[in-house]
Each structure stands twice: as structure tokens, then as C-alpha cells.
């Protein structure tokens, strides 16, 4: 059964960094494409940052682009999310998702992790 279990929310003030992290039980985690998504209160969710299989390709959301990298550790099955100059507005709950494949920037993952959350005082 696929597991991905995602660590390194909190709260923080603005302006400040954050780093979450996402371990997958996936044994063969370097053919997915690993995603970020986001929910906040009352919103739907969507899309943050995903990375390709070998990790050359990347892509942001607008919004957090030039403040978010996403990376990977194929060697550790763990993709990794910074955040950084964050902004009350990046306050939400932060899921990862697996796909097998190529990169999408729908909500088209079949597989998810519990979320955490990250609250951005100002």
C-alpha cells in the first residue's frame, strides 16, 4: 500500500522559511512525478509546485513562484518542499500527491498524504 507521509508544518511569521518534507513508501518512487498542493479554509484545493521522476523539470504555481523550491531525494524516497519569504495568504494545509509518469498540475494523483499544515502569522 502506498504511504506518503508529509512533516515540517507550523507556524511561522511572515517573511520566514519553512521546509516540509514527504516520505513515500513507494518502491519505486523515482518513476513518479511528486506534487505540492495546498488547502486553505473554505477554498479549494490547488496546485503548488511539482518535480518530474529524475527531477529536471519543475513547475510552480504563479503565486509562489521564485519563493517555493521543490526538490527530491530519489536515494531517500522523500520529496522536499521550501517555502520561503512566506505571506499570511500561504496559510493552508500542504498535501503531497504521487503519480506515475509525467508531471500534471491538476489534481489528477492517485495517491495523497494527510497534509500538513503551515500558519503564517503576520
Known amino acids: 500500500q502506498v504511504q506518503l507521509v508529509e512533516s515540517g508544518g507550523g507556524p511561522v511569521q511572515a517573511g520566514n522559511s519553512l521546509r516540509l518534507s514527504c516520505a513515500a513508501s513507494?518502491?519505486?518512487?523515482?518513476?513518479?512525478?511528486m506534487a505540492w498542493f495546498r488547502q486553505a479554509p473554505g477554498k479549494e484545493r490547488e496546485f503548488v509546485a511539482v518535480?518530474?521522476?529524475?527531477?529536471?523539470?519543475?513547475y510552480y504555481a504563479d503565486s509562489v513562484k521564485g519563493r517555493f523550491t521543490i526538490s527530491r531525494d530519489n536515494a531517500k524516497n522523500t520529496v522536499y518542499l521550501h517555502l520561503n519569504n512566506l505571506k499570511p495568504e500561504d496559510t493552508a494545509v500542504y498535501y503531497c500527491?504521487?503519480?506515475?509518469?509525467?508531471?500534471?498540475?491538476?489534481?489528477?494523483?492517485?495517491?495523497w498524504g494527510q497534509g500538513t499544515q503551515a500558519t503564517v502569522s503576520s
Open positions: 500527491a504521487a503519480r506515475s509518469g509525467v508531471v500534471v498540475t491538476t489534481t489528477d494523483y492517485p495517491y
Open positions: 513507494l518502491s519505486t518512487f523515482s518513476t513518479f512525478a
Open positions: 518535480i518530474s521522476r529524475g527531477g529536471s523539470s519543475t
